[in-house]
């Protein structure tokens, strides 16, 4: 079916694809469409990588059959962002129209070659999931610089052209790299910059094809004219102007200046009469512009080619699906019949992430080094799951109304009114960050449409994202975001292949659509018990269930990883299994008890007429006698900890696979948090018999044994507490380690994290955002870096021992700063408000007091090539002002280590956390059912959630092994609805972030009120000093 033109190759085609069909990309599940019969003609079609191949078609093939070919040919899944355009006989470059026939469109083949190229450019390159899209898409990038389309300054191309040639021909060779600027050409005047080019691909020895392609897009979507197609026109005084359409809407351009743009949202009809094409915009009493907008072009074809593919922009970005296409009129008819065909970038995301492609390896055509397609620095776990609107945006986007496309006369397009969106959390989704999605109500219609972005309130499609910066969700991995952030991806907008991590800033999402019911029928046909001491019993019930969960995470996830990679040391493998197998077969018995009893007592059975099933302290005292057994498993988890981090540090294959682990969707938390489980479920069984001894009256028949049970894990907590509170803190260490570049040794012996979070900095460019981190020995403050992964790279550090603080505001004019004076330099810093102010002044001069009664000496944290080349802060903002360009702030989505940390939360909230936060967020963790309402939908909607590390994660049911959302919640507040919001229903709290808003009903007042306090302990950030016990460990 496909024949090799003059030059054969098979650039940019899979290795070892099979020559058949495979699957098309325009039909999910289906083979390339049967032709109809005829004679066969030969099509010429040129791709990316300039090489030429030949299709055989029929002559009534419509153009969607050539298209299917080629992107069968080189089996690419995401092919709906390509297109396929020509020189028609009016010398105007069109596209292939995949309704009509394609000989009635290409009226001389012979003489005809068509062009493979991209036709629809995303926002974020990191909705494009294969590593192969994205190397096409970069083929794309070169091919705009070297014509001069992609117009941008010095540095930026000089730039882009280094990872170009990066991925080429690898790392830098001075004779190599120099010879090889000068037999190719990749911009119009190259050689102005040649050497500023050299200079760039100096700094990229190590990096991979992979990651060149998505460093190269990270860049290029910066640009103002990435994916712009300039169409002229003039405006009604007759002013030269020229028109495009991009993501957002239609944009006006003067030169390669974009003087104007006209969001979808706003967009009331397209259209065109003759030479002038008409924008008519919704009303608006702020807006200056009249109400339609005419532009003249030079003739009715340019018209009806710019309105058609602003039609496909429309559809393609805004639509969660193929527009349908119209009846035919019996009579006459009018206007353009002309609609969008193919895939919607909703339904691409959602196909590639459910149908669990293989990723094959493919060949690059120009590039002389080895490329393993599995080494994306994307990875595919970035895809947003089957319910999901949502996709990761940039803040400009508009929101996830869709507009319907109808054509009017003389090819007129008229959008309906959209619906008016209620951001939700993104789908990662889903990430960093996705999960629920929220119905929106149209005010022309009952209808509802899922919003793009649950759970993941600052997914990156929101204007106001809470995360701050164009991005979520989603999710997946809601990443979002990422929830979705990917989303699990909230959370993470997460596909991948089985197994890999849903970001929660991105992540997948669960309709209301069959969800909802009538709460009031169900409570009257379930009647439960009242008793305060029932719903404690059920607290522990709940997290009991989830604590199991995370201890098959170790026992069964994680060594089944293990046991089959060789390479994994056997004993680390052997100390986890002996220490931790014990314990889980120990709480599946405890768990198996505590359900049965919970029957009982919910009168399931008939024991409960006797009345001797009401109680739970006799099968707490009884396990907690059995677990005592089990402490020198429990005082051998500490050692695991510090065994598989010496594993990581000695062996690159033993850090491959525990951080490949982590990005699987089962590994909902860094994979350190689950070792130190067990040592934190002893306080919770501790917290929750306190509550049973203060609601008993001594002469219960349950008080004696809930207070010998205390008793029991009093003296545990007591006799493992050192060991938690270093475990703690290491782990701490570690977890912040893959958050931060350019540091050697963080994880140093005596080292105490205190906190982290936002502070605004000023240097001789005014205030910069920085994210400080403080430590009991320094200051180190860092700044988003230049990696896929989004590590933050630290541009100095301020050593404690002698530091001085003082308020500075009246000083500096800047509200709520300070300025901390160092033995080696002063640096002014400023907190969001006042008590972030109050809380990082506090912590440092306790930090300040630990430093200066520490007989060991500060350590120097900053790596040799740092600290050789100390920035002063003006050199280090302008070093940063050039990474930037290349730097990703378009989602929480990572590489190699979860997007969605809360490094990153407190980054985009511009918030902090401490230690003593922490320690509160390990006895505050929660688990149960849930009822979920969004502001604007009508039905309650259940969910299981989970409630750690600051964030909830969302299942569909207990017995799920992976979330499927997430949201974080630092930021948020925590209150009880208002009579004005109309939620008639007990025991329901409201969590709202800026537009964000929740709707979340217990079962009971206990659980009520637990909800709240555990919530409020994450939303409301703890200003405590360290415990001096704390001081005394290390």
Not at 40 to 48: F, G, K, N, Y
Not at 68 to 96: I, P
Not at 306 to 317: L, Q, R, S, T
Not at 468 to 494: A, D, F, K, R, Y
Request: charged share 25%.
């Amino acid at each position: 079916m496909v024949e090799p033109a003059d030059r054969p190759s098979a650039a940019g085609q899979r290795l070892g694809a099979p020559e058949s069909f495979g699957v098309s990309t325009l039909e999910p599940g289906l083979r390339a469409p049967a032709q109809p019969p005829g004679r066969q003609v030969s099509i010429r079609v040129q791709m990316l990588d300039d090489t030429q191949e030949v299709f055989q078609i029929s002559q009534r093939s419509p153009g969607k059959v050539l298209f299917d070919l080629v992107c069968v040919h080189l089996n690419l899944a995401e092919g709906d962002y390509f297109g396929l355009e020509y020189q028609d006989q009016r010398k105007m470059m069109v596209w292939l129209d995949l309704l009509k026939p394609t000989l009635k469109q290409i009226r001389r083949p012979k003489n005809t070659i068509l062009r493979f190229v991209v036709k629809f450019f995303p926002p974020d390159h990191t909705q494009l999931s294969e590593e192969l899209t994205r190397y096409l898409f970069a083929l794309q990038i070169k091919h705009d610089l070297a014509c001069g389309r992609l117009i941008c300054n010095d540095t930026s191309a000089a730039l882009m052209v280094s990872h170009i040639i990066q991925s080429e021909i690898g790392d830098f060779d001075e004779t190599q790299s120099w010879q090889h600027l000068l037999h190719n050409k990749y911009l119009p005047d190259q050689d102005a910059i040649r050497d500023k080019i050299t200079e760039c691909h100096r700094k990229h020895v190590g990096q991979t094809p992979a990651v060149s392609d998505y460093q190269l897009l990270e860049i290029a979507r910066r640009l103002e004219m990435y994916g712009v197609r300039l169409h002229p026109a003039k405006d009604r005084e007759g002013t030269k102007l020229s028109l495009a359409v991009a993501h957002t809407g239609v944009l006006v351009f003067q030169g390669y200046t974009k003087i104007n743009a006209f969001n979808w949202s706003k967009v009331r009809k397209l259209s065109f009469k003759r030479k002038r094409f008409l924008i008519k915009l919704r009303a608006d009493p702020t807006n200056a512009h009249h109400d339609t907008l005419e532009f003249a072009m030079a003739s009715r074809d340019c018209c009806k080619i710019f309105w058609k593919i602003c039609v496909e922009y429309h559809a393609f970005f805004r639509l969660f699906e193929e527009p349908k296409p119209k009846p035919k009129p019996i009579l006459f008819t009018r206007g353009s019949s002309f609609r969008f065909s193919g895939r919607t970038q909703k339904q691409i995301i959602d196909y590639v992430k459910d149908s669990e492609l293989k990723k094959v390896p493919f060949e690059r055509k120009h590039s002389k080094i080895l490329s393993n397609s599995g080494m994306s620095p994307q990875s595919s776990s970035f895809r947003v799951p089957k319910e999901s609107a949502m996709s990761v945006q940039l803040a400009d986007q508009p929101d996830a109304a869709r507009l319907a496309h109808q054509a009017e006369s003389n090819g007129s397009e008229e959008p309906q009114a959209a619906a008016s969106s209620t951001n939700g959390f993104r789908d990662v989704p889903a990430a960093p960050g996705s999960d629920p999605i929220q119905s929106r109500q149209n005010h022309h219609s009952t209808g509802s449409a899922p919003d793009p972005q649950f759970l993941n309130p600052e997914s990156p499609g929101s204007e106001d994202s809470p995360l701050g910066s164009p991005h979520v969700v989603v999710n997946g991995n809601g990443s979002v975001n990422g929830q979705g952030m990917g989303s699990t991806g909230i959370l993470g907008t997460g596909h991948s292949p089985e197994g890999r991590h849903l970001s929660p800033l991105t992540s997948p999402l669960l309709t209301d659509a069959g969800c909802v019911r009538n709460d009031d029928e169900e409570e009257a046909r379930r009647k439960f018990p009242t008793d305060k001491a029932y719903f404690i019993a059920k607290e522990l019930l709940t997290t009991e269930r989830t604590y199991l969960k995370d201890l098959q995470v170790i026992t069964e996830s994680f060594q089944g990883v293990a046991g089959k990679d060789e390479a994994f040391p056997d004993f680390v493998k052997n100390l986890i299994s002996a220490s931790y197998d014990p314990v889980y077969k120990f709480h599946q018995g405890f768990l198996r008890e505590v359900e049965q009893r919970l029957a009982q007592w919910e009168g399931r059975s008939n024991a409960h007429i006797k009345g001797d099933y009401q109680r739970i302290g006799d099968i707490l005292l009884k396990n907690i006698q059995g677990l005592r057994q089990l402490t020198i498993h429990l005082q051998k988890h500490s050692e695991c900890l510090v065994e598989l981090e010496r594993a990581c540090r000695s062996s690159r294959k033993a850090e491959a696979l525990c951080r490949d682990f982590e990005q699987q969707r089962v590994c909902y938390l860094p994979f350190n948090i689950f070792l130190l489980r067990p040592l934190h479920r002893l306080l919770h069984y501790k917290l929750i018999l306190e509550r049973l001894c203060k609601h008993y009256p001594p002469t219960h028949d349950d008080f004696r044994d809930c207070r010998a049970a205390l008793a029991d894990i009093s003296e545990m907590v007591l006799q493992l507490q050192g060991t938690m509170m270093k475990m703690e803190n290491f782990q701490k260490l570690l977890e912040l380690k893959k958050d931060l570049t350019g540091i050697d040794n963080l994880a140093f012996p005596g080292r105490e994290f205190i906190r982290l979070g936002c502070l605004s900095k000023l240097s001789g460019k005014g205030l910069q955002q920085r994210m400080f981190f403080l430590f009991s020995d320094c200051l180190v403050y860092t700044s988003r870096g230049m990696t896929p992964s989004n590590q933050f790279k630290v541009h100095g550090q301020l050593p404690l021992y002698g530091m001085t603080i003082r308020e500075s505001e009246e000083e500096w004019g800047v509200p709520h700063s300070f300025t901390l004076f160092g033995q080696r330099q002063s640096v002014v810093v400023a907190a969001s408000c006042a008590s972030e102010m109050e809380r990082w002044v506090e912590d440092i001069r306790m930090a300040i007091d630990l430093a200066e009664q520490s007989s060991s000496p500060s350590t120097d944290l900053l790596s040799t090539s740092l600290s050789d080349n100390k920035l002063s802060e003006d050199g280090g903002a302008e070093l940063e002002s050039e990474e930037e360009l290349c730097g990703s702030r378009s989602s929480l989505e990572r590489q190699g280590h979860r997007g969605n940390t809360t490094v990153h939360v407190c980054w985009h909230r511009n918030t902090s956390v401490s230690m003593v936060d922490f320690s509160v967020a390990v006895e505050n963790q929660l688990s149960g059912n849930l009822l979920r309402k969004f502001k604007n939908s009508n039905g309650w909607q259940k969910l299981w959630v989970v409630f750690t590390n600051f964030s909830l994660f969302f299942y569909k049911s207990h017995q799920d092994d992976y979330p499927l959302a997430s949201l974080p919640l630092l930021g948020y507040s925590v209150t009880v609805p208002s009579e004005s919001e109309n939620i008639h229903k007990d025991y329901v709290f409201k969590l709202h972030f800026k537009s964000h808003v929740y709707y979340f009903r217990s079962e009971s007042e206990y659980t009520f009120e637990r909800w709240m306090e555990v919530i409020r302990s994450a939303t409301c950030s703890a200003s405590r000093s360290l415990p001096s016990t704390r001081k005394d460990l290390y």
